[in-house]
């Protein structure tokens, strides 16, 4: 195996916002945040980019042992390699019993998308 020439990279990104809970039947958490990221390295045309943008989501408890988090966002990289990079994220965890949870999570950044599912064991 052979690393790609300039394929590595380096990123910086951070964010601040508000949040606001509900209560009542189904309590949430629903949150809105400005977002900043810097990337350097080879696998960017320019070698860099910076952008700015938003992320808005919620965080569920929709049952005592059953948690949904989903957000949604976009970053616009208005300085280096120029691009609109839009982004989401769904995960879910369940407590099957008492130290032991199954965990999923299914997102899309771009062109590129994942899933994942693990079974955590807490010590």
Same mark, same amino acid.
């Given at each position: 195996w052979k690393r790609p020439a300039g394929g590595s990279h380096f990123t910086l990104n951070g964010g601040s916002g508000l949040s606001v809970e509900t209560s009542g039947r189904w309590p949430a958490i629903f949150y809105a945040r400005a977002d900043a990221d810097l990337g350097v390295g080879g696998v960017f045309?320019?070698?860099?980019r910076v952008?700015? =943008? !938003?992320?808005?989501?919620?965080? #569920?408890?929709?049952?005592?042992?059953?948690?949904?988090?989903?957000? =949604? !966002?976009a970053i616009h990289y208005a #300085?280096?390699?120029?691009d609109t990079v839009t982004r989401w994220t769904v995960v879910a965890g369940w407590s099957l019993f008492d130290r032991w949870l199954l965990r999923t999570e299914f997102s899309r950044a771009g062109v590129y998308r994942e899933g994942l599912a693990t079974l955590n064991f807490f010590l």
């Open positions: 045309r320019e070698n860099a952008g700015l =943008g !938003g992320t808005g989501g919620i965080l #569920w408890a929709s049952s005592p042992r059953l948690k949904i988090s989903a957000e =949604g !966002g #300085w280096g390699q120029v």
